[in-house]
């Protein structure tokens, strides 16, 4: 059985950082052909795709509102995928989720955002961004 379980949210000042963790079980990162990605849900509106990465070919993507201040990572060895946030704004304030779609090679912007291409989510990680 696929699981997803997120950690690493909490409350954090305009600026400051946060690193989530997605750790996998029920499957092994090797093989590889599927994609990790991280969506979000603010309140009062619709999850969206932040980030993602094909382990297939290494490709990731980001969408623009977080370019340049979350990185997405993993380490194959802990079965583990990362989200590192830095610069976090109060508009960044959500429940994130990683997610895996099975069969997905290339990281971009449909395949980040289509909720429908992922079957396996975790319940969710609340990141607050407030002063």
């Known amino acids: 059985q696929v699981q997803l379980v997120e950690s690493g949210g909490g409350l954090v000042r305009p600026g400051g950082s946060l690193r989530l963790s997605c750790v996998a079980s029920?499957?092994?990162?090797?093989?590889?052909?599927?994609?990790i990605g991280w969506f979000r849900q603010a309140p009062g509106k619709e999850r969206e795709g932040v980030s993602c990465m094909a382990r297939t070919d290494g490709s990731t993507y980001y969408v623009d509102s977080v370019k340049g201040r979350f990185t997405i990572s993993s380490d194959a060895a802990k079965n583990t995928v990362y989200l590192q946030m830095n610069s976090l704004k109060p508009e960044d304030t959500g429940v994130y989720y990683c997610?895996?779609?099975?069969?997905?090679?290339?990281?971009?912007?449909?395949?980040?955002?289509?909720?429908?291409?992922?079957?396996?989510w975790g319940q969710g990680a609340q990141v607050t961004v407030s002063s």
């Open positions: 029920g499957f092994t990162f090797m093989p590889n052909h599927y994609t």
């Open positions: 997610a895996r779609a099975a069969g997905v090679r290339r990281a971009d912007d449909y395949t980040c955002k289509s909720e429908t291409l992922y079957e396996n």
